[in-house]
């Protein structure tokens, strides 16, 4: 396959991309107090002019504690909301389109730092780990001004000029939690045995953000079967189940699925090489993201222990677009290291691309 394909547009209701290339979400921690600083938005602006769209870093709604992590950006608040508009204008201004990242983090480990929120960390059975419970569990009332504050978030998005607005709702943090047995002991209407059960509070969230923004504004919703407390858990483990989870997020109102993996390649059920994006996409018709180590050697978590990752092929990348497994695809490490990075693909200077280093993070370059 031809790079050059990654290089077409991409429509979808109100939203237009010049490339296929999305900017993939990366905590970055550097919002003092949760306001974005003009530093970031000079970060996103570098690199609106290369890619089709900006997921930013997760960025948090108004919950007490919403967030382990006093440099995490809010998305609410007047002084957070007019750095991000900030933000928006500079992307903007670089012919660029974004999509803000709504995020609860739901029951964590305190930070390194030892900041601590205002407020209990809040899930729905109070558990960080199955077993190790550190937070409160989630009453009705929370549940529902948690829900409220989704759809308020999205509503500011689409108020300050946001092109989309993505839902986290991956890797073991509070969406994902509801999600996961081993997480969700709840016995009323937000539990239950099976994932369809367990997956009311996602529903409720897009349905919420749907109602906020509209029907032709894009809402992406982001999933990973694997957690940051276990990689090896699978919500669904077949594809039967997944077309159960996924159905109802679609009905409610997700336009596209972005499909969390640590190695996109890596097959999501025996029987078929379809990864997680290949999968979603077959089962729901919703357009998909794949993201997890692209044009990397390693992948994401390693990086935090110190490790490097090379520059790698993207033959098996191109390979699964081409046949239609996905829409788009997100990049991480790579756009981090190196705002240049989808020209040097596009234009072939391969021999240009960067290594990525755990030093990459310690800066907004």
Not at 252 to 270: T, Y
Not at 276 to 291: D, P, S, Y
Not at 331 to 337: E, K, M, P, T
Request: with cysteine.
């Amino acid at each position: 396959m031809d790079v050059q394909t990654l290089f077409q547009p991409f429509s979808l209701k109100s939203l237009t991309l010049k490339n296929r290339i999305v900017m993939a979400p990366m905590t970055r921690s550097f919002s003092p107090n949760g306001i974005p600083t003009s530093d970031v938005a000079t970060y996103y602006g570098r690199r609106a002019g290369e890619v089709g769209l900006i997921v930013s870093e997760g960025t948090v709604i108004d919950r007490p504690a919403s967030s382990n992590d006093a440099d995490v950006p809010h998305f609410y608040g007047e002084q957070a909301l007019e750095a991000w508009r900030q933000v928006i204008g500079e992307v903007h201004a670089a012919g660029g389109a974004m999509a803000p990242q709504i995020w609860h983090m739901g029951v964590m480990h305190p930070h390194a730092s030892g900041w601590q929120p205002p407020g209990p960390f809040e899930g729905p059975s109070g558990l960080v780990m199955p077993g190790e419970r550190i937070g409160v569990e989630m009453s009705e009332a929370d549940i529902t001004e948690t829900i409220a504050a989704f759809g308020r978030a999205a509503r500011d998005a689409k108020r300050l000029g946001f092109d989309a607005v993505e839902i986290h709702g991956a890797h073991g943090y509070l969406i994902d939690q509801f999600l996961w047995a081993g997480l969700n002991k709840r016995t009323d209407a937000w539990g239950g045995a099976t994932l369809p059960e367990r997956s009311r509070f996602a529903v409720a969230v897009v349905k919420a953000v749907r109602e906020a923004v509209g029907e032709d504004f894009v809402v992406i919703l982001r999933l990973s079967q694997w957690k940051q407390q276990d990689f090896a858990v699978k919500l669904a483990k077949t594809p039967d189940e997944m077309e159960a989870w996924l159905t109802p997020l679609a009905e409610a109102g997700v336009d596209i699925f972005h499909c969390s993996q640590r190695r996109f390649w890596q097959p999501e059920f025996e029987g078929s090489d379809l990864n997680f994006a290949g999968w979603a996409k077959k089962l729901t018709g919703k357009a998909t993201i794949t993201v997890g180590s692209v044009g990397l050697s390693g992948e994401f978590i390693a990086a935090f222990q110190g490790e490097s990752s090379h520059p790698s092929s993207l033959d098996e990348l191109l390979r699964r677009f081409g046949r239609g497994d996905f829409d788009l695809v997100a990049v991480g490490r790579a756009i981090l290291s190196d705002p240049q990075w989808p020209t040097k693909i596009r234009e072939n200077r391969s021999e240009q691309l960067r290594d990525f280093t755990r030093e990459a993070l310690a800066t907004l370059y």
